[in-house]
């Protein structure tokens, strides 16, 4: 799936906004903009003010300062106008678990004003699109954590919002459903949805969102498109060699001149053309009879950006 889509006005503006808690600063002064038909991806570990902003915007919470404008409103001045516009998945699954799943979403829909009509035939098309059909008679208090997160997007999504908000969206969810969820992210946004996600997985924001701004203690670090991220401040691409345990030492001796680091099992090199690199190192072992166990090439990722540009490992920072 092709990141982008054509761009015509601005989805969300965000101005300034500060948040602060007696001595915390959970926001400080963030300013950016989304644009309309985009994914556009938070980043950062837990603490990094992610949420505060989302539920800013959602009207959960008041900034301490700062505006936001979504599709041209004045989000704080004009709620409901602007509430209309907008959906939001939060990290909790918002629904009654002694209700059904379709008595939650009928729930939803009375808040919106929508017919019967429009509501049934709405919650039969996103129910198959999100794989959900079978949970709807289910008691939400019955239901998995994937479960009830799938019951919540529908609900999120009901009325068709212009800005979808999705806080932490594939949580908990294993491999296989997270990657599913990618598949309806895309989805919603060729449906007309600008769609705002917080994540602190690199490779999900990487896939998924045409920009990002990766934040860190409450400010905005760096903004942009992932690769164009990467290649600013993602550092060089390694090649890692693995070779077997008793030819480490003569190996590295033997790779001297390309400056190996030992790393656990394996010697990291640092290059700006790795392409070039490998065959040379492979053609230089196998000169001298030492075939490595395996060589690999790894590209610069948004976790490099992160590192190199706050001095920490987002890893370091989650755990």
Same mark, same amino acid.
């Given at each position: 799936?092709?990141? /982008?889509?054509?761009?015509?006005?601005?989805?969300?503006?965000?101005?300034?906004?500060?948040?602060?808690?007696?001595?915390?600063?959970?926001?400080?002064?963030?300013?950016?903009?989304?644009?309309? /038909?985009?994914?556009?991806? !938070?980043?950062?570990?837990? #603490?990094?003010?992610? =949420?505060?902003?989302?539920?800013?915007?959602?009207?959960?919470?008041?900034?301490?300062?700062?505006?936001?404008?979504?599709?041209?409103?004045?989000?704080?001045?004009?709620?409901?106008?602007?509430?209309?516009?907008?959906?939001?998945?939060?990290?909790?699954?918002?629904?009654?678990?002694?209700?059904?799943?379709?008595?939650?979403?009928?729930?939803?829909?009375?808040?919106?004003?929508?017919?019967?009509? =429009?509501?049934?035939?709405?919650?039969?098309?996103?129910?198959?699109?999100?794989?959900? =059909?079978?949970?709807?008679?289910?008691?939400?208090?019955?239901?998995?954590? /994937?479960? $009830?997160?799938?019951?919540?997007?529908?609900?999120?999504? !009901?009325?068709?919002?212009?800005?979808?908000?999705?806080?932490?969206?594939?949580?908990?969810?294993?491999?296989?459903?997270? $990657?599913?969820?990618?598949?309806?992210?895309?989805?919603?946004?060729?449906?007309?949805?600008?769609?705002?996600?917080?994540?602190?997985?690199?490779?999900?924001?990487?896939?998924?969102?045409?920009?990002?701004?990766?934040?860190?203690? #409450?400010?905005?670090?760096?903004?942009?498109?992932?690769?164009?991220?990467?290649?600013?401040?993602? #550092?060089?691409?390694?090649?890692?060699?693995?070779?077997?345990?008793?030819?480490?030492?003569?190996?590295?001796?033997?790779?001297?001149?390309?400056?190996?680091?030992?790393?656990?099992?394996?010697?990291?090199?640092?290059?700006?053309?790795?392409?070039?690199?490998?065959?040379?190192?492979?053609?230089?072992?196998?000169?001298?009879?030492?075939?490595?166990?395996?060589?690999?090439?790894?590209?610069?990722?948004?976790?490099?950006?992160?590192?190199?540009?706050?001095?920490?490992?987002?890893?370091?920072?989650?755990?």
């Amino acid at each position: 799936m092709e990141k /982008g889509a054509s761009h015509t006005m601005k989805a969300l503006e965000i101005e300034g906004l500060t948040k602060v808690y007696g001595e915390l600063k959970a926001l400080d002064s963030v300013s950016f903009s989304v644009e309309e /038909g985009e994914i556009f991806g !938070l980043l950062g570990p837990n #603490g990094a003010g992610k =949420t505060t902003l989302m539920e800013i915007v959602v009207g959960v919470r008041e900034p301490t300062s700062g505006s936001v404008r979504i599709f041209g409103i004045d989000a704080l001045k004009g709620r409901k106008k602007a509430s209309m516009l907008i959906g939001f998945n939060p990290q909790e699954t918002m629904l009654y678990e002694d209700l059904t799943g379709m008595e939650n979403l009928e729930f939803v829909a009375s808040l919106y004003g929508m017919d019967r009509r =429009t509501f049934k035939e709405r919650v039969r098309e996103l129910s198959e699109l999100i794989g959900a =059909t079978d949970l709807l008679k289910r008691r939400v208090g019955k239901l998995s954590g /994937g479960q $009830r997160r799938r019951i919540s997007l529908i609900a999120s999504i !009901l009325h068709l919002p212009k800005l979808l908000i999705l806080d932490e969206p594939t949580v908990g969810l294993d491999p296989d459903a997270r $990657r599913d969820l990618w598949d309806l992210i895309w989805k919603l946004r060729d449906m007309g949805s600008t769609i705002l996600l917080s994540t602190h997985y690199m490779e999900e924001a990487d896939e998924l969102c045409d920009r990002v701004a990766i934040m860190d203690k #409450g400010r905005i670090v760096v903004m942009g498109d992932p690769d164009e991220l990467k290649r600013r401040f993602g #550092g060089r691409s390694k090649v890692i060699i693995y070779p077997k345990m008793r030819y480490l030492r003569r190996i590295a001796e033997l790779l001297s001149s390309y400056s190996p680091k030992p790393v656990a099992d394996s010697l990291v090199m640092e290059t700006d053309s790795p392409d070039s690199l490998v065959p040379e190192i492979v053609a230089r072992l196998a000169e001298a009879g030492l075939e490595p166990e395996r060589v690999e090439i790894r590209s610069p990722t948004l976790e490099d950006v992160f590192l190199n540009l706050t001095g920490r490992s987002l890893r370091e920072v989650m755990t």
